[in-house]
T-cell receptor, first 113, second 112 residues
Framework: DTAVSQTPKYLVTQMGNDKSIKCEQNLGHDTMYWYKQDSKKFLKIMFSYNNKELIINETVPNRFSPKSPDKAHLNLHINSLELGDSAVYFC????????????FGPGTRLTVT | GQNIDQPTEMTATEGAIVQINCTYQTSGFNGLFWYQQHAGEAPTFLSYNVLDGLEEKGRFSSFLSRSKGYSYLLLKELQMKDSASYLCAVRDRAQAGTALIFGKGTTLSVSS
């Protein structure tokens, strides 16, 4: 029944490692997003994909690479993790580029030590 | 660029009415959204305004004035479960396309 799901829910890793977060939506939506929420709870867009094509790439280090194998999935790979990458990462989806409501996944809390 | 301002914290008592204000500056305004986020959970959609005026949805209402770059979220008959963070977000065609640009959120504490 879960509309937007993410795995893992928690991720603890060391600096310098490479990790991936997976996101899947079963809503039949065309557009998916990755947001980052920092320790001050500020939620900021990172990437936006529509029909597997990258639409937005905000000012994000190129250590972050999104990959969309199909419309229902948008994964986030992070290379050479840094302490500042510690945050909660939310995946979201919407019906299309013009549809307004975005559905958020439960979030992945990444802690880099 | 864009700038979205909302109060950091607010407190209220059960049964009361609270208004959370949000001001914004955008280049290509294309809608204003309110989301609710309980601690440790994902944001959930509350309301959407793209035209001026008031949108009512049960105990929650949202107002927009595009000329003033101003919105508010009105919560009536407050309940303890309304204690959460309320995020104002705008969609700006000139930036971020259809993605949402969020304010820093207002943490609302409801006491009995």
């Amino acid at each position: 029944d879960t509309a937007v799901s993410q795995t893992p829910k928690y991720l603890v890793t060391q600096m310098g490692n490479d990790k991936s977060i997976k996101c899947e939506q079963n809503l039949g939506h065309d557009t998916m997003y990755w947001y980052k929420q920092d320790s001050k709870k500020f939620l900021k867009i990172m990437f936006s994909y529509n029909n597997k094509e990258l639409i937005i790439n905000e000012t994000v280090p190129n250590r972050f690479s999104p990959k969309s194998p199909d419309k229902a999935h948008l994964n986030l790979h992070i290379n050479s993790l840094e302490l500042g990458d510690s945050a909660v990462y939310f995946c979201a989806s919407s019906q299309g580029l013009t549809h307004y409501e975005q559905y958020f996944g439960p979030g992945t809390r990444l802690t880099v030590t | 660029g864009q700038n979205i301002d909302q109060p950091t914290e607010m407190t209220a008592t059960e049964g009361a009415i609270v208004q959370i204000n949000c001001t914004y500056q955008t280049s290509g305004f294309n809608g204003l959204f309110w989301y609710q986020q309980h601690a440790g959970e994902a944001p959930t959609f509350l309301s959407y305004n793209v035209l001026d005026g008031l949108e009512e949805k049960g105990r929650f209402s949202s107002f927009l004035s595009r000329s003033k770059g101003y919105s508010y979220l009105l919560l009536k008959e407050l309940q303890m479960k309304d204690s959460a963070s309320y995020l104002c977000a705008v969609r700006d065609r000139a930036q971020a396309g259809t993605a949402l640009i969020f304010g820093k959120g207002t943490t609302l504490s409801v006491s009995s």
